[in-house]
């Protein structure tokens, strides 16, 4: 636990100290913002900062910093590191500077800002990828709530007739076609900041409970090295596979398309800090928290944290997210905590789930130049992304590993988002004469942990572990030299 203290603390500090400077370093302003330049009643429109923080923190969050920390807790303390270091100096500051970005470009969205400082070849890639990977958000965010509700109730008729999940899934896809349509203040504006506090009543109880135990966890300093290989047969590499599993609480591309939906709602910009990096950092308390969790489920000594560990492997319990999340739920918050953390558990998902497509409708219509304002021009961009959806969705459902491909890809895709961001933040940087390094660092790292998953991984290309880290070191060299030959010729 004392390693969990540490890292807490760190995070609390990142934001007030390393946050301020990336905050002066942009040097926000009194300028008109979007939501009152271009006021429109649908998209743009101005909410008051605590709701935009609370509906900013639920949109990011999803089950990334719940399900990803718990899958990546079985690394062991490793997970801390990349939690603490990654969200203070990666995920806030990608997320920040997409934020500010788009409201300094009058709340445009991921594939315009690449434009406008990678190219427009690069943009029309971004255009189609993004697109790709808000659908793949929209359909992974679809079954996961969808089986945490199955375990609580599903009419026994339905799921005889049409099959397991089935009721939940139906239900929550028709929420998502609603929300993606209405404003942004009408559904979204008025129910998520209850979802966003029932997600942080869950964290802050399970806190708690964790203190009044004070399991005895590995810490930092007992090896960081895969803790799972002999427990838990795990054996995939800590890099890059950490760095792909835990990416909400750390740093996650997919942040960087719902943060243009914010931008469009803040009065000032000089709110930025407290509502993009300070969502950033409030999402990786709620992944330590839950890696923490799960390192009690898998590692506290002299035995797991459940008696019925063996019952629960049988279950697929020690690797099934969903599972955990009950267990965890029911047994140390008892009835009305246990609903409460689950409500939040299951809102983050759908609630990441529509503004999923929200954004790619938004994402969409900007490539069209399809104005918004009219509900037939909304209605053009949805029912095509919608009819394409459902059926990603059913070829998931029909195939049995349907859902483990989509997350497997989503993951690596959702980094790779992130790697462009971070350039895009870097050439800005370059361009107005700041200090670019603060996102060149954490740009080159992810432009590693990607290539490098992406060679290594066996559904991409398989390659042995010196022949992917050795192309990794020669990409790393490639990226450098085209930075800097670039930076001196514009200089």
């Not at 409201?103 to 991921?110: D, E, F």
């Not at 139906?170 to 504006?189: E, N, S």
């Not at 035995?303 to 492997?313: D, I, R, S």
Request: proline share 5%.
């Amino acid at each position: 636990m004392i390693s969990f203290v540490i890292a807490l603390i760190a995070l609390v500090l990142g934001y007030f100290l390393y946050g301020r400077f990336v905050d002066r370093v942009f040097g926000p302003d009194g300028r008109p913002t979007p939501a009152v330049a271009k006021a429109d009643g649908v998209d743009f429109v101005v909410l008051p900062n605590w709701k935009v923080f609370m509906i900013q923190f639920l949109n990011i969050a999803g089950t990334g910093p719940i399900f990803g920390a718990i899958m990546g807790a079985k690394f062991g303390p490793v997970a801390y590191l990349w939690i603490v270091f990654g969200c203070i100096f990666a995920g806030a500051v990608h997320d920040y500077m997409c934020g500010m970005l788009s409201i300094r470009h009058g709340g445009a969205n991921l594939p315009d800002l690449v434009g406008d400082y990678l190219g427009r070849r690069t943009q029309q890639v971004m255009l189609v990828f993004s697109v790709l990977l808000l659908m793949m958000v929209g359909v992974v965010f679809v079954y996961s709530p969808a089986e945490i509700l199955t375990r609580l109730w599903e009419p026994e008729f339905f799921s005889n007739l049409m099959g397991h999940n089935t009721f939940w899934i139906i239900l929550i896809f028709l929420y998502y076609i609603l929300a993606t349509m209405l404003p942004v203040d009408k559904i979204i504006g008025r129910f998520y900041p209850l979802f966003a506090f029932s997600l942080l009543f869950m964290a802050v109880a399970l806190m708690v409970v964790l203190f009044v135990k004070m399991p005895t966890l590995p810490e930092v300093w007992d090896g960081l090295g895969n803790r799972g290989v002999d427990r838990l047969g795990f054996s995939d590499p800590v890099f890059p596979c950490l760095f792909i599993t835990i990416a909400c609480g750390a740093i996650s591309g997919f942040h960087a398309t719902q943060s243009p939906l914010m931008a469009r709602c803040v009065k000032d910009e000089r709110m930025a800090r407290p509502i993009f990096y300070g969502a950033m950092i409030t999402e990786g308390i709620v992944a330590l928290i839950w890696a923490t969790v799960a390192m009690y489920f898998f590692y506290n000594e002299p035995t797991p944290g459940y008696e019925l560990m063996a019952a629960a492997q049988e279950t697929g319990a020690h690797t099934s997210a969903p599972s955990v999340v009950n267990i965890v739920c029911n047994d140390w918050l008892g009835v009305f905590g246990g609903i409460l953390a689950l409500l939040g558990v299951v809102a983050a998902p759908i609630t990441s789930g529509d503004t999923a497509f929200r954004s790619a409708r938004l994402i969409i219509a900007d490539f069209l130049k399809f104005e918004q304002h009219s509900i037939h021009h909304r209605l053009m961009v949805s029912v095509p992304m919608f009819a394409a959806a459902i059926a990603l969705l059913m070829w998931q459902m029909a195939d049995a590993d349907g859902f483990q491909k989509i997350w497997s890809w989503f993951g690596w895709s959702n980094q790779t988002l992130a790697v462009f961001t971070l350039w895009t933040a870097t050439v800005y940087l370059v361009q107005e004469n700041k200090p670019f390094w603060m996102t060149l660092v954490p740009a080159l790292f992810m432009t590693v942990v990607c290539s490098t998953f992406l060679l290594i991984s066996k559904q991409a290309f398989g390659l042995s572990p010196a022949i992917s880290y050795t192309c990794s070191i020669l990409i790393l060299m490639i990226a450098l030299v085209w930075f800097f030959s670039w930076k001196k010729r514009r200089a």
